[in-house]
């Protein structure tokens, strides 16, 4: 599901968005410093309260989102994996959680095992991605990072194990 082009994608958005991010940081830098040269205390409180507010909204809405995407994605493609192959049950399309930073979707999964006749498992769907056309009840063999679906492949019921 995950490419190195992928990553190489949000790098460069990142990127555009650092260099979009920081060009109204040094305007505003540039009038706090002027306006401190003239001293021109109420002008240069106010232009400094306007830059960290300016900083704080661009920094959380624009940089950190991006960030963290890319995060997930150098964990999807260089992280540890697990392979695993249960039954389809549900994905909650309607409501998305964030985990790390990352928006999913829930997605409950079933698997025989000795203990349990049906063992419930829970992953995490990527929300910037198409939903999957899983019926319910289908084997599907994922790939994840800790719970997060990283890869997966349609896949016949699993032998018992002895």
């Known amino acids: 599901m995950y490419t190195q082009q992928d990553l190489d994608a949000i790098n460069k958005q990142l990127k555009r968005r650092v260099l979009f991010w920081l060009i109204p940081e040094i305007l505003l830098l540039g009038l706090v410093v002027y306006s401190f040269i003239l001293r021109i205390e109420w ?15 661009s920094l959380v809405m624009l940089i950190l989102p991006v960030r963290r995407y890319r995060q997930f994605l150098m964990n999807a493609l260089y992280g540890r994996s697990r392979d695993d192959v249960a039954a389809f049950d549900l994905i909650e399309d309607l409501q998305t959680v964030t985990r790390e930073g990352v928006r999913f979707y829930p997605v409950t999964m079933r698997a025989d095992t000795i203990k349990e006749e049906l063992d419930e498992r829970s992953y995490y769907w990527d929300a ?14 994922i790939t994840s990072h800790e719970r997060m679906i990283i890869n997966w492949a349609r896949a016949e019921k699993p032998a018992p194990a002895n």
């Open 128 to 141: 910037n991605l198409p939903l999957p056309d899983w019926q319910k009840g289908e084997y599907i063999k």
């Open 43 to 57: 002008l240069t409180s106010l232009l400094f309260a306007l830059l960290c507010a300016v900083i704080l909204f």
